[in-house]
């Protein structure tokens, strides 16, 4: 009964996570239009920051509470959803057209990012010291890469214009902030029950909390990109999956990594090197796929390698938890 209990409080704190990104967005966005800020901006800030949201609450909550294994497992385990699940799932729908500047720059800079985190997480195999892990000022380094990242998502974006964007219903002003205020509230008590039903779990069936997080955090984080990437592929706007997945990826890393050491330095566990090992082979994958068939176009059986890649990771990393 008490597992059961536990469950439903981690379904119920997702539920809540995602539909609280929804409505910060939704009202975010409406306040910004009604003072006349326009759609480009609205989409690089509002939500761009939106969409990441879930995962960023789980890490704070798991940052202050110390469970790092979960903050961490968390972001590894939703890039590698976020490339092998998710890009596997749209691209079993559509074949993924890829824009040029996507595969030659967003693609590279995400790997990157998974580049640069393992360097800053291995103090003990660089520099022989003790512990291991992300400090403060790996947080600020992370950060500052970040900045860079708006700098030239913005740029880009300016050149594009604005015909891409999705069109924004203005609402009155009290609903609007009525939704933001919910917002915040769905996403703070959902991020608390995933974290702490996260914990309770993993304690009672005897598996490491970076398990945990890889796993069942990871993919529930990664709801809002599934059906973002999954119904874009589904009206054949190939370069909003695409695009969506690398940026997810890309803000994982370098924004809710380096916010999350900020507040409070995270241990690295060496066990995570295996699925840091398994992002950088699905990033370095997804770009040689690029060239391999129809050029710059994630095709069908691509896809499906991808989704059986990943059911083969989940399986590996549950059965190292059961003969351990």
């Known amino acids: 009964m008490f ?28 306040i910004a239009k009604r003072f006349g800020i326009s759609a480009l901006v609205i989409g690089l800030t509002i939500v761009a920051f939106g969409t990441s949201a879930p995962e960023l609450v789980v890490n704070i909550f798991a940052s202050l509470q110390g469970n790092t294994d979960i903050a961490i497992g968390n972001i590894l385990g939703s890039n590698i959803a976020n490339i092998l699940l998710i890009l596997g799932v749209s691209a079993t729908i559509f074949p993924l057209a890829v824009k040029k500047g996507t595969t030659w720059k967003e693609i590279p800079l995400s790997l990157l990012a998974i580049i640069v985190l393992a360097l800053l997480v291995n103090d003990q195999f660089i520099d022989g010291s ?33 015909e891409n964007q999705t069109d924004i219903s203005e609402k009155s002003l009290l609903v609007s902030i009525c939704m933001i205020l919910g917002g915040l509230f769905g996403l703070t008590l959902g991020g608390k029950l995933i974290v702490d039903s996260a914990v309770t779990i993993a304690s009672s069936l005897g598996v490491s909390q970076a398990v945990i997080g890889l796993t069942v955090v990871a993919i529930g984080t990664s709801l809002p990109e599934l059906a973002t990437s999954a119904i874009a592929a589904y009206r054949r706007h190939p370069d909003i999956a695409v695009g969506n997945i690398v940026g997810s990826n890309i803000f994982n890393i370098f924004w809710i990594l380096g916010i999350s050491a900020v507040i409070n330095p995270l241990p690295f566990s060496p066990v995570l090197m295996r699925d840091m090992a398994v992002v950088i082979g699905a990033t370095s994958l997804l770009f040689i796929f690029m060239f391999v068939g129809k050029k710059h176009i994630l095709e069908r059986w691509q896809g499906v390698l991808f989704i059986v890649a990943y059911l083969i990771y989940i399986i590996f990393i549950v059965a190292q938890e059961i003969i351990k």
């Open 3 to 30: 597992n059961i209990v536990t469950y439903l409080f981690l379904a119920l704190g997702f539920v809540l996570l995602i539909k609280g990104a929804d409505f910060l967005v939704d009202g975010a966005s409406s």
């Open 130 to 162: 003790l512990p291991s892990g992300l400090t403060r000022i790996d947080g600020f380094v992370l950060l500052s890469f970040f900045i860079v990242f708006l700098y030239y998502t913005f740029g880009i974006s300016k050149a594009s214009g604005d």
